[in-house]
């Protein structure tokens, strides 16, 4: 089900050609860029990490402009995530390509700004529990507010190779925690 929060598609999401996958390999690689910005933004924006390509080339407001009536093929959509894929910014959940997760921020990215939400809160030093980085009080209103855990466990691993956050789990294996530790 995607949410719809006023999204601002740019022009050539009004104009008929861009459903069409071009022939010219120069035009094209411009169409799948245009295509793969607005992939990443529209997902940053609506806080959609896992994009189904099927369900959404028949349904989401992105892939089909029911205005102009023009919607992307299947195979548009899965070369839009193929280049995004190539970038680092998609990755394939499956061999059939039914679903992609959608990286519109890299893992660095979001542990940074993890890290940075922890010191403006001062927990650098504290220990905070996965839940409280992703739905407690303190990230409401924030990126972090709902993130997936596997993109949180993703951040937290980038912390801990730049030795500023420890992870670890209770003794009875009913919490995970995480540790901020000061530059060194």
Not at 19 to 35: G, M, N
């Amino acid at each position: 089900n995607i949410l719809t929060m006023s999204f601002v598609f740019p022009p050539f999401h009004s104009f008929p050609p861009s459903y069409t996958l071009q022939p010219v390999k120069a035009t094209r690689a411009k169409q799948l860029q245009l295509w793969g910005e607005l992939l990443r933004e529209y997902c940053r924006q609506q806080k959609v990490f896992v994009v189904p390509v099927r369900e959404w080339c028949s349904s989401s407001e992105l892939f089909w402009n029911k205005k102009i009536d023009r919607r992307l093929s299947v195979e548009m959509a899965l070369a839009i995530i193929d280049f995004l894929a190539q970038t680092g910014h998609a990755t394939w959940l499956d061999p059939s390509k039914s679903s992609a997760k959608i990286l519109w921020r890299t893992p660095n990215d979001w542990a940074t700004i993890l890290y940075s939400w922890a010191n403006d809160q001062g927990l650098v030093g504290s220990v905070c529990t996965l839940y409280e980085l992703t739905e407690g009080d303190g990230v409401q209103g924030t990126e972090l507010y709902g993130l997936p855990a596997e993109v949180l466990s993703e951040a937290l691993q980038v912390l801990e190779k730049q030795k500023k956050a420890v992870v670890f789990t209770s003794e009875n294996n009913s919490a995970q925690g995480v540790k901020f530790l000061a530059p060194s």
